[in-house]
């Protein structure tokens, strides 16, 4: 079948190489001039969402101030925001938290067997790095964290949980004074480069023959019994073009739910500011070897050969003002939010003055789980919505979308499919 996907992001090209390896040919549209240019640029390291990682249940969000949650939560009088949130707090309940990261973890372990795949097939590079701890400032923090910690054991996943000594010992750039609890160390987690990667799968793609139409946008998708196309917007010189094909893929981070929209209706996803900031790294001997996450605040710093990237600080708010850039006085704070989370738990590893900054938009839906799968029309997929912890996610779920679109059982459980799909809400 002859393949449209819209979006250049990890999403977009890990859907783009599932559909290549399936036999399919493929055309990938994206609206900048080269790929990995969306939230896929700013991801803060760690490659796949441990029940610790997931951007919902009952460590996340559990208190209205930035200063104890990292998040600032800025709805004003928009009730959409406040809805939003209120339908994630639900997640907070420990049963629910536990049956909702049930449901995804299937596809977190498909995600490691394609991600694992696809670098031994090719060999690739991408700063690898083994290990991650989460650390916690106060006793009721580990408390909060123990259905997670529950789920850890439950699935196997090799873990230790270690008192402030441990946590010290086991990656020295992390102080024991001022005290805190203890943390979780998750040994096999791996982090990696995201944008690089999925550089580098572009290449691999556009060596064997994959289209890439770069710096084009979307305009309009157009879908019959017959065929699918999409209309692209004008540039200089070219006023109308159409590309044909038998399916379409929207994998377009932000920009998905105005293209499904006609077909779906008014999708329920929220967006996310996100921020990040990567520093050189100020004392060698200050540096962490693993990477640590401030696991309340969801900030994750992850030293990327002799910078350090720290990410984190989201930003909710009604979805008009998320989609303007931030008022500089909420910009400080938030910046200076990851340079505490790196003062408190790698002081002197970075010269956080000298960072450079970065922002982006994710799309986050209300149950905390993707978008992935079939739509309202059958000749249109959807690989989207994967949060602020989901760049390993996206390809698994670029695995489930080549099935779909192969006339194929995708390789997870029914109930996770269910709770995958556009239509749940
Ligand atoms: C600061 C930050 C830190 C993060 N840290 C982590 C982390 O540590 N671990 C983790 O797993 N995840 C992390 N994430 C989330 C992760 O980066 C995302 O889940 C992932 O990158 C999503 O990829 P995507 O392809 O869906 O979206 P994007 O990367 O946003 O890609 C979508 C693409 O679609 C294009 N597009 C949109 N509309 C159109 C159109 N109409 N026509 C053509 N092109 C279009 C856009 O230009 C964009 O390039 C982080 C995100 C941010 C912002």
């Not at 605040?297 to 998320?322: D, F, P």
Request: contains cysteine; glycine residues 10%; neutral net charge.
């Amino acid at each position: 079948m002859d393949v449209i996907v819209i979006g250049g992001g990890i999403g977009g090209i890990a859907t783009a190489y599932q559909l290549y390896a399936a036999g399919h040919r493929v055309c990938v549209i994206e609206r900048h001039a080269t790929v990995a240019q969306g939230a896929t640029y700013g991801h803060g390291g760690p490659i796949l969402p441990s029940p610790l990682d997931v951007w919902f249940g009952p460590t996340f969000m559990g208190a209205r101030s930035a200063a104890k949650t990292g998040i600032v939560f800025r709805p004003g009088f928009d009730s959409a925001a406040r809805d939003f949130a209120k339908k994630l707090a639900r997640l907070r309940e420990p049963d629910a938290f536990t049956a909702q990261y049930a449901r995804l973890r299937p596809l977190v372990e498909l995600s490691r067997r394609v991600i694992d795949e696809i670098e031994a097939t090719f060999g690739l590079d991408c700063e690898q790095r083994r290990g991650v701890l989460h650390v916690f400032r106060r006793p009721r923090e580990l408390e909060l964290a123990a259905p997670a910690i529950e789920l850890l054991r439950r699935f196997e996943v090799p873990h230790h949980v270690l008192s402030a000594a441990e946590c010290a010992a086991a990656e020295p750039s992390v102080p024991d004074d001022p005290p805190f609890a203890g943390g979780v160390m998750l040994d096999d987690e791996r982090t990696a480069n995201c944008p690089l990667f999925t550089k580098q799968l572009k290449q691999i793609l556009e060596d064997r023959g994959v289209q890439f139409r770069l710096g084009r946008e979307v305009a309009s998708l157009h879908l019959d019994d017959r065929g699918a196309a999409v209309d692209l917007m004008p540039v200089a010189g070219v006023h109308y073009d159409r590309v044909t094909a038998d399916a379409i893929v929207v994998a377009a981070g932000i920009g998905t739910p105005a293209l499904v929209s006609r077909v779906n209706g008014k999708l329920p996803l929220h967006p996310l500011r996100l921020h990040s900031l990567t520093a050189p790294i100020a004392y060698e001997e200050h540096a962490p070897h693993i990477t640590i996450v401030d696991s309340i605040k969801r900030i994750a710093m992850t030293r990327v050969n002799q910078r350090l990237r720290v990410a984190g600080a989201g930003v909710l708010q009604s979805e008009a003002k998320t989609l303007k850039p931030l008022p500089a006085a909420l910009a400080d704070r938030v910046f200076a939010l990851l340079g505490q989370g790196t003062h408190d738990w790698v002081p002197g590893a970075a010269k956080v003055s000298a960072a450079r900054t970065w922002e982006g938009l994710r799309l986050l839906s209300p149950d905390g789980l993707p978008v992935v799968g079939a739509t309202g029309h059958a000749r249109l997929f959807v690989n989207a919505a994967h949060g602020p912890a989901g760049w390993g996610l996206a390809c698994g779920s670029a695995k489930v979308i080549a099935d779909l679109v192969s006339g194929l059982t995708p390789d997870i459980p029914a109930d996770t499919l269910a709770a995958l799909r556009i239509d749940r809400f």
